[in-house]
């Protein structure tokens, strides 16, 4: 069977060189619409032929902000079109001196700010998945290697493990809140790995976040406030590596049934069949038979 890699990036990421037999798919889902057409491609590995998934989350031209993804819908899509893994690329700021900005980070751990997303498939069933450990260590491990290969720093600038705290946004933080999550011990903060990490988990999808580090936020006195051209131009520098990377990674993807995303839903519908409506089986057909 072959794999097939979905990636949740930004801008430049769904222009992944090397991609044999190009599609683009427009993919209808019972959420709505995802932020883009999904391009679909074969890459030739060391270990053999691997099918990438491209969903640009901000939509291309970068349209759509991080309060209006469509997130159910990005992740239902890529599952419906054949995911086995799924790695989310992210811009992020650093909340700690030694993670610098042009750094990657493979986070193993988030704490959720966000207040108005939707952030379950589950809405006229009730089920609880295991959340306590939200990466698959697998994919994270492959992640790593497939990074400290490509990064120009090598294990210097890539870091094996992290917290990252996300918030609603599109606003950044203030200068007392920034300090606040660093007193939490956080690694990185961004805007979007949730509750993308949440919906891989129930559609049983091995995560990981490869997140880009490109400004120290606004806890570092001695830099300047965030500011988004100072975000992109580091951005910018890191798409390269990141397109590089996850081409290493497709290499080297784990068995998605080692993972502990592997039938996650075993057990977790609480809601008894007799009491399942027709429309909800129907609105969670693609995910799991009720």
């Not at 054949?82 to 042009?102: D, F």
Request: charged share 20%; glycine share 6%; hydrophobic share 45%.
């Amino acid at each position: 069977m072959t794999s097939t890699l979905a990636v949740l990036g930004g801008s430049g990421l769904y222009e992944m060189e090397n991609l044999t037999d190009v599609r683009e798919l427009a993919v209808d889902t019972p959420y709505g619409a995802p932020s883009d057409v999904i391009t679909s491609g074969m890459l030739q590995t060391t270990s053999g032929a691997v099918r990438m998934l491209f969903l640009p989350r901000h939509g291309r031209g970068h349209k759509v902000p991080p309060h209006m993804i469509n997130y159910r819908a990005n992740v239902a899509a890529l599952k419906m079109s054949g995911a086995t893994h799924l790695v989310s690329v992210s811009a992020v700021g650093s909340m700690r001196e030694k993670i610098e900005p042009g750094d990657f980070v493979v986070v193993d751990q988030y704490i959720d700010l966000t207040k108005r997303r939707i952030s379950t498939f589950f809405d006229e069933v009730v089920a609880h998945v295991g959340f306590s450990d939200p990466v698959c260590s697998d994919l994270a491990s492959a992640l790593v290697q497939a990074a400290r290969s490509i990064h120009v720093k090598g294990s210097d600038g890539v870091h094996t493990s992290g917290t990252y705290v996300c918030i609603d946004g599109p606003q950044f933080s203030t200068r007392a809140e920034s300090h606040m999550y660093r007193s939490w011990d956080v690694s990185v903060i961004g805007m979007t790995s949730m509750p993308e990490a949440k919906l891989a988990r129930e559609a049983e999808l091995p995560f990981a976040t490869l997140a880009l580090a490109t400004d120290y936020d606004c806890w570092h006195v001695s830099e300047q406030a965030v500011t988004v051209e100072a975000v992109m131009a580091v951005m910018h520098k890191n798409v390269h590596a990141a397109k590089a990377t996850l081409a290493a990674l497709a290499a080297r993807l784990p068995d998605p049934k080692t993972s502990r995303a592997h039938k996650a839903l075993t057990g977790a519908v609480m809601t008894h069949g007799n009491a399942v409506s027709a429309e909800a089986r129907k609105k969670l057909s693609w995910l799991v038979q009720l």
